[in-house]
């Protein structure tokens, strides 16, 4: 189905069926999105009321449409959708996305209805996205197609989610972090195209690296772990099941229809296909972050370069804990290090900075760390962030001291290009050492975890918490071992 | 040493000892923090060059500073600390915060060096802080003595630190957070004052409510676990241990210059003490943040209410899987939250609200479930951060029609308005039934986590991830258990 797939997510022209003016609706809200969200492509609002939408010329009927349609979007209530079908197989467009709900999520009524719209699109050689989905965002194809209106950067990272508003949500954290999208399809209630087919046209989409799947229902079960075990071999997949204990298979039955599979079997599977599966949402974005921004770790030895020394220990304690190692190292690398650093530094792995304000010493640590043969990835603690404290300091002083105003407005846009240097310089050392380095901001701020650097080959990443980094950088590793496995 | 540690920690007048103008310095730093901070006392800068610093007359040494001084800061030299301290003693200085490092953390010079300053501490009637620490904040007294400037809000939450740069990222997370203080102190080497000290002090603190401890050594272990478990009755007690590990201890020992004791055994202790023992960092603040402000569950039984599906999935599994139940509701309870939503409702637990605009709805939802005598706290998900979408919604459809801006912004102080009176709302039900509502936000906002409502004993709080509210939840319900333990 692959250039069928095209039409859906790369589409020169969209209707949306049941476009509307009026703010909170669905048909205003998709529609507003996609104008707003600036896809380059013909829109045509389809209505029953209105002769234009926000300036753009308005039609009752998909068939009035005057040029080609590639996608319908369709917002119109249930029992009208098999007529809009219908109109819109007779038009010859491509592809569907239903956003109303009232389907086979509902009730044996809502089931019949959802069995009719499959065979007129089957009948009428329609793809069908949904029904009861919250839209797709195409990145690549400035197509923002959600209710809500979040518009992530283009990225590696495709998102295919069973659950609209768990969707959404986590597309907005992705926005937060600065994690970059490849695709994300609300797949609802997957009445014709499930999560494998999307899964088989990832495989084939040169954009996407990474695979995030949020799912409930697993459908064609033995289909589903054969595809998802033969992409992870090449794009690392990451799953997040809902509906594994007794509580959320009953708050899962409720709304999307069906039950969920035996968690026991479904576990195992994910184990031996070596997917990365997740208990908790957030470690969706947070791997997903890494995967997409970093070189993967060839083994478990990690070395820490910390602005202080707390941070070091509980860092390492969580390595250990998670079957990281903190090696001793060469007392070569001491030295070489101990050249920019006070005497009293603490002269092993972790790095203790102990505070130092010399701007090479966290670059040179880093490196040093790096090039060891014995160390297959570091983790950079408090040097990004700092930038908070000088910022914090530097109004204070300004508060009492009128003197200095220069000297502090250049004391903090120095700090500022350190920051930009050294993220610069972490993506340089990860290319040429071919070793991950994964960063914890002393601070948190609004630059959002993943960093890109123009024209690097990785990204710096940086998270929130140590035990952040140490959680994505065990996965990591956990992950290579799958991969080098026989 | 209750009244002694009030000098301490609400003195009336404080020196700096090795005070500058030189921005960086830690005589800087922390000077400049304590005049822009509002310290409402006298403040006297003491140093060797300049005659005013920050237009505060300056003297050279501290027995020429012309009136009283409760609390002496140092900032100079090892070396110097010595003398500095004599000094302190023959001016009838109380308390003595020594910022200098190089003491015992280094090597054997520095073990004698420090016991020399304990000796004098003793001998002078001085109550030492430190060496080796990052400062004392104490929010009611309005003392900001840290290097970093940060200035949490008064509240009811403190924190010994034995790591003075954890301990500052910390209290920088409390601030965004919203978690209030009641006293912040980086404990150092704690050659004199120990932690068990502290936790004596606090005892008797009526603006302590909850405790955050970070340890990497534990001295005076029977005493501090005594200690410990007494206050844990009656203020919570929580624990994060760093050098539970091989990894964790090297680096410890390279930086407070003590080894740390068998975890095993520690654990095991805080187990039987009923503490809040954590592994990460994000957890003590997280702890807090429930601890200080909401009711304790009586046991645990959760109801949850969400704006979408696949949210209230994933929180039902969450709470499966931390020993949480998620029960049945009564059928007259259904049809009371029936009459506010769709048909298509999950008319169970968790209550799906399936995005309903319906202003009440949410309101009723939660009070039904926290009336009901089988539900002990409630799970809100989704409603708080959906002004996020809204200002997005509102700021695109600005974009493309401009005819609605009135509207438009009228929506948006709308939502905002909502969002207020719904926290109002959850102060308001958690007083009177006495039950927590744990609240999950729908996006990151600046707004941090607690969210206090004035003239109420609870504050609503609101976290980012249904796991860390879970995960919150299950801990209460935890500690309840243990207080409820014969």
Known sequence: MGTR???????????????????????????????????????????????????????????????????????????????????????????????????????????????????????????????????????YADLFATGAHIRPRKGSVAFISQSGNLGVQ??????????????????????????????????????????????????????????????NRVKPVIVLKGGRTEAGRAASASHTGAMGGEIVFFKAACRQAGLLEVNVPSELLDLSAALSSLPLPRKNR?????????????????????????????????????????????????????????????????????????IDAVISLGIVGRLEFIRLLVQSTRKIDSSQADFLAGLESLGAAYEKKYIEKLAELMETYEKPVIGVSLSRTDEGTVRPVDGRKYSPVFYQTPEDAVNVLARMVAYRAYLDSP
């Open 302 to 374: 990690v070395g820490i370069v910390t602005l202080g020394g707390g941070f070091g220990v509980i860092t390492a304690d969580r390595c250990n804990e998670r079957g990281l190692l903190v090696p001793a190292i060469p007392e070569e690398t001491v030295t070489r290090i101990g050249k920019y650093l006070p005497p009293f530094w603490s002269k092993g792995n972790p790095v203790d900075l102990v505070g130092t304000h010399d701007p090479d010493a966290p670059l040179v640590a880093v490196e040093e760390l790096l090039m060891l043969d014995g």
């Open 5 to 139: 797939f095209d039409h859906l997510f790369s589409p020169r022209s969209v209707a949306v069926i049941g476009a509307s003016s009026n703010l909170g609706k669905w048909g205003q809200m998709i529609f507003s999105n996609i104008v707003a969200g600036g896809f380059p492509g013909t829109i045509y609002p389809v209505n029953q009321k209105d002769q234009s939408i926000f300036g753009i010329p308005a039609y009752r009927h998909i068939e009035e449409v005057p040029g080609h349609v590639d996608l319908a979007i369709i917002t119109t209530p249930a029992e009208s959708v098999p007529g809009v079908l219908e109109g819109c197989g007779r038009k010859g467009v491509k592809g569907v996305v239903i956003i109303t709900s009232g389907f086979s999520e509902t009730d044996k009524a809502g089931r019949d209805l959802e069995a009719r719209l499959v065979s007129i699109c089957r009948e009428r050689n329609l793809l069908l996205v949904g029904p009861n989905t919250m839209g797709i965002i195409c990145p």
């Open 170 to 231: 986590l597309i907005h954290w992705a926005k937060q972090q600065g994690v970059g999208i490849s695709l994300f399809v609300g797949s609802g209630n997957e009445a014709m195209v499930s999560c494998v087919d999307y899964m088989e046209y990832l495989e084939r989409d040169p954009r996407t690296r990474v695979i995030i799947l949020y799912i409930e229902t697993v459908r064609r079960g033995r289909s589903f772990m054969e595809t998802a075990a033969r992409i």
